[in-house]
C-alpha cells in the first residue's frame, strides 16, 4: 500500500490527501513558484493565492472516502493551473529631451559682442539681415534699441563657437 502524505494548503482548514509522488510534485511546483517569483514583494501573496487555488481544485476532485490525489490527478490539475513567471522589471529609459535653441550670444564672427549672430542662428536667419533690422532699430528708436541691446550683452549667457551653439543645443537640458 502507497504512503499517503496529508496536505495542508492555505485558505483550506483542512488537509488533503496525496500520494508520496503527488506530494513531492506539488512541494516542487510550489518550489519552482517561489523561486520564480524571487524578490518579488507580492511574492508570499501569490504563492498563498495559488495554494488556495489549488487546494479548491483537489477539493472539488471526485474521490472515494480514503483514497489519496496520485501524481496522474495533480499533474492534469498543475498543467490546467500553468506555471508562475515573474513578468521582467521594466525598463527604464533615462531620455532626458534635447535643451533645443536658446538665446546666446556668438563669438565667433561677432561685430560688437556677438548679440545679433546669436538671434540669428536662434530664429535660423541670415546674420546679415539681423545686422540690418538691428541698425534700423536703433535709428528709428532714438537710441532705445542701443539701451535694450546693451542689457542683453550683459544677461545672455556666450558661447564661442555656432558648433558649440549647436552642440548645446543637442545636448540633454541643463537641471535646475
Known amino acids: 500500500m502507497e504512503q499517503i502524505h496529508h496536505m495542508s494548503l492555505s485558505g483550506h482548514a483542512e488537509t488533503i490527501p496525496l500520494t508520496a509522488a503527488a506530494h513531492a510534485h506539488l512541494l516542487r511546483y510550489l518550489s519552482n513558484t517561489r523561486a520564480a517569483l524571487g524578490t ?6 501569490t504563492v498563498r493565492d495559488l495554494e488556495t487555488t489549488l ?5 472539488s476532485m471526485p474521490a472515494t472516502p480514503g483514497a489519496a490525489i496520485d501524481d496522474e490527478q495533480l499533474a492534469s490539475i498543475l498543467a490546467e493551473t500553468g506555471t508562475v513567471e515573474q513578468e521582467a522589471p521594466p525598463i527604464r529609459i533615462l531620455a532626458y529631451p534635447a535643451r533645443g535653441r536658446f538665446f546666446c550670444r556668438i563669438g565667433e564672427g561677432s561685430w560688437f559682442g556677438g548679440l545679433c549672430a546669436g538671434i540669428a542662428m536662434y530664429g535660423d536667419f541670415r546674420v546679415d539681415w539681423v545686422r540690418t533690422v538691428a541698425l534700423f532699430l536703433l535709428l528709428f528708436t532714438g537710441g532705445t534699441a542701443g539701451l535694450v541691446y546693451l542689457a542683453l550683452l ?12 549647436r552642440r548645446q543645443c543637442a545636448a540633454p537640458a541643463p537641471s535646475r
Open 40 to 45: 518579488d514583494p507580492d511574492a508570499d501573496e
Open 55 to 59: 487546494g479548491d481544485r483537489l477539493r
Open 154 to 165: 550683459l544677461i545672455l549667457p556666450k558661447v564661442d563657437t555656432v558648433a558649440e551653439y
